[in-house]
């Protein structure tokens, strides 16, 4: 009875946690610690109730054994078997959510507040080895045609456990690339804003439709494989500006009536053999033309590649990273789009390193400074075309930010930095938010 008890609360536990990929490493060791009190507390309320059990069988028994009053009927004793011990939820809600103010140091008349996004999850367990994980987004506070607002399904996909650390997920799902695009709750990264490598290199949060295999290995090697949908040249819009802000979050699709003509595959290794640290990368290729009708890069091919680690020892959490795509066979479109602005890139990349510490942790509060330096560029070089009809490449930004998060208790975030622009320094600024994730 005791282990069939503590089991169930670990389940009920590790259930009643977050949804899928919502927190990381250093809330997963706060969570444990937690955990491990309650454990604790467990443990004695489960010996008061054995006591008490054994107190009730010895009074029965003595009451069976003594010869009964004539009219009088002794109720059978309680078996322990009859005992009904709860079980974990097969149903488990989690939500995440921040609100952000920005205030350009140039301009103080673009200052904004928004409710950036508002997620709502969902985890249902079929059985023990099977379950469906689901996240619906709304971003900008109001969804219509006349506003800014976006309403998504971020994840929907099935997961089965086949045992010896093999897994395998159908659906919606995040491609396992970097250190934001699988946590990227507010809660499980530093800085109001997410980082621009993870946004307008890798488009966090980037989602495909398909199909993965992944597991683990007894020394710390985790692996992630798959064929999913990818991306839509034919979205590119060169007239306009997204493009140069995200050339991957232009033209990706999200499972919106996704082309699938031409299928991806994306494979990811992890590394954890030493406590604290992690290392790993990923890679994702696939053609992005479809063989669309009168389309002049239908051979055209999106490849992302990253390297990054993150090691947290003692109070210390520092992270690196480095992401780099490139989309081949852009000559023939690039033509076609002369003197538009924005022409499709044929690389674009970039970098950063970042050191946090938690400078101060009394009851639920922690403090944790932090400065991060990055370096991109989603315009780095472009396929040759003929002379006069190109564009010039543009230079790396590098932007540098420096501030604090302060959770209180485990699920709730207060944060604030300052960013600055080595290029563009009109968008110097400052930061605030608030988030929360449970």
Wanted: zero cysteines; hydrophobic letters at 40%; aromatic letters at 8%.
């Amino acid at each position: 009875m005791n282990k069939h008890l503590i089991a169930t609360a670990l389940a009920a536990a590790f259930l009643g946690a977050p949804f899928a990929a919502t927190a990381g490493e250093a809330e997963l060791l706060a969570r444990i610690d937690k955990m491990a009190a309650e454990l604790e507390q467990l443990k004695a309320e489960l010996k008061a109730s054995v006591k008490k059990t054994e107190a009730v069988e010895q009074r029965q028994q003595a009451l069976a054994s003594a010869p009964p009053p004539a009219a009088a009927r002794v109720s059978a004793p309680v078996s322990l078997a009859a005992v009904e011990v709860p079980s974990a939820p097969a149903t488990v809600f989690g939500a995440y959510g921040e609100i952000n103010y920005n205030r350009p140091s140039k301009n103080a008349s673009g200052a904004q507040a928004d409710v950036r996004r508002a997620v709502i999850g969902i985890e249902h367990r079929f059985d023990p080895k099977t379950k469906m994980v689901a996240e619906f987004e709304w971003e900008h506070a109001v969804v219509s045609a006349d506003d800014k607002g976006e309403a998504e399904v971020e994840q929907l996909y099935v997961e089965r456990e086949f045992g010896n650390g093999l897994r395998s997920k159908v659906g919606l799902y995040l491609i396992p690339m970097g250190l934001l695009n699988t946590n990227h709750e507010p809660t499980a990264y530093y800085g109001v804003e997410r980082n621009f490598v993870e946004t307008a290199i890798i488009p966090s949060t980037w989602r495909e439709v398909g199909v993965s295999l992944s597991g683990d290995t007894a020394n710390g090697l985790s692996w992630d494989t798959g064929v999913t949908t990818g991306f839509d040249l034919g979205k590119w819009d060169a007239a306009g500006s997204d493009g140069r802000e995200s050339p991957l979050g232009s033209i990706h699709q999200e499972g919106q009536q996704a082309k699938s003509r031409d299928l991806s595959v994306h494979a990811a290794l992890n590394w954890r053999g030493v406590p604290g640290l992690l290392v790993g990368g990923a890679i994702f290729t696939g053609k992005a033309g479809h063989k669309a009708d009168g389309f002049t890069a239908n051979d055209a091919r999106v490849t992302m590649v990253d390297l990054h680690t993150r090691y947290t020892p003692g109070r210390w959490d520092l992270s690196a990273l480095y992401a780099r795509g490139q989309i081949s066979n852009t000559e023939a479109l690039n033509e076609t789009l002369a003197g538009n602005p924005t022409p499709v890139p044929q690389s674009f990349a970039g970098w950063y390193t970042q050191a946090a510490y938690r400078l101060l942790q009394a009851g639920d509060y922690t403090l944790s400074p932090f400065a991060r330096y990055e370096q991109f560029n989603t315009a780095r070089s472009y396929a040759a075309v003929p002379q006069g009809l190109g564009v010039a490449a543009s230079p790396d930004e590098k932007v540098t930010t420096v501030g604090a998060n302060l959770k209180v208790g485990e699920g709730v975030v207060l944060k604030a930095d300052y960013q600055w622009f080595k290029e563009d320094k009109s968008r110097d600024r400052l930061n605030l938010g608030m988030g929360f994730a449970y």
